[in-house]
């Protein structure tokens, strides 16, 4: 199941809080699968140009962000993504060959923000009841052991993690979260008293916030931030893949200060090496 990602705006925080609980229930929400079918509407616009002149309002990336690669890369992907989502599994290689292709030179950055789909809709239902508590997890593989650690500890985590499905409702069992710190190479006590605590759920949250924020509804979620503007061939390129791969429009844009651009989904690593090869075009 899947639906259109909408638009990016801005809202304020209170809002934020009151609209994160409501936005889950829509069962899309669980992800967006690697390619939409998009409807004869959409493909029609498609041939016009990239959708674009919405702003894409999420935080500045800092210090304080989870950083692979060069920090001060001209190009960096944030990636919005929920741990026991089945298609950020599947986009977590795509991502990583992107990193072996360009991070070595310093070109690219992969920057990891939570967004957990672990709030109860109207009904009561919650998509993954542990993403939560696995972001947490992840959080803390930071704390103990620092910015490498974590993500050997994340990439561990999104291999090893069973789709939501009937067979496995609640996808990773957590008692393999310290078998997973223990593999980082992790204080595994050290690792369980932090996640124990719970001291980690503010900032899982206020990515989450973040995320509801900027108009984010489903996961993986990733925006392309660039260090100066895109150039004028990257609509183009938009344009083609979203007509070729049959997608919504509003799958693949540029920021209206053409600083950003936005892709929803778990798009393959070719679709973001030509995403990545227009932007260096200059």
């Known amino acids: 199941m899947q639906e259109e990602n909408k638009k990016f705006n801005s809202i304020t925080l209170p809002a934020a809080i009151v ?4 936005i889950i229930a829509v069962a899309i929400i669980i ?16 041939t016009g140009s990239a959708v674009q002149g919405q702003a894409i309002n999420i935080r500045a990336v800092t210090g304080t962000d989870h950083i692979f690669g060069n920090p001060n890369a001209p ?28 991070g070595a030179t ?5 920057v990891y923000r939570s967004f957990p789909l672990d709030k109860p809709d109207p009904n009561g239902n919650i998509l993954h009841k542990n993403a939560g508590h696995e972001s947490q997890a992840i959080e803390c ?16 985590l999104y291999e090893v993690t069973p789709s939501v ?8 069992d957590q008692k393999q979260l310290p078998v997973i710190a223990k593999f980082a190479g992790l204080d595994v006590k050290a690792f369980n008293s932090c996640l124990d605590s719970g001291s980690m759920k503010d900032k899982v949250e206020a990515d989450y916030i973040d995320g509801v924020n900027a108009g984010i509804n489903g996961t993986p979620f990733n925006v ?10 990257v609509d183009q390129v938009l344009t083609t893949l979203i007509v070729k791969m049959r997608l919504p429009t509003d799958t693949l844009y540029v920021s209206n200060d053409r600083m950003k651009i936005a892709m929803s989904g778990a798009m393959p690593y070719d679709v973001m090496k030509t995403i990545i090869d227009a932007i260096l075009a200059k």
């Not at 593989?141 to 561990?156: E, P, S, T």
């Not at 392309?224 to 061939?233: I, K, Q, R, T």
């Open 19 to 22: 609209i994160a609980a409501a």
């Open 31 to 46: 992800a967006f699968k690697p390619a939409t079918k998009a409807s004869s509407n959409d493909t029609a616009k498609a």
């Open 75 to 102: 190009i960096k992907i944030v990636e919005y993504s929920d741990p026991s989502c089945p298609y950020c599994r599947i986009f977590t290689p795509y991502i990583e060959k992107v990193m072996d292709t360009y």
């Open 106 to 110: 310093g070109t690219v950055a992969w």
């Open 141 to 156: 593989a930071g704390v103990v052991g620092g910015n490498d650690k974590l993500w050997i500890f994340l990439r561990r």
């Open 165 to 172: 499905t009937g067979q496995t409702p609640n996808g990773l």
């Open 224 to 233: 392309f931030v660039l260090s100066s503007p895109a150039p004028a061939g």
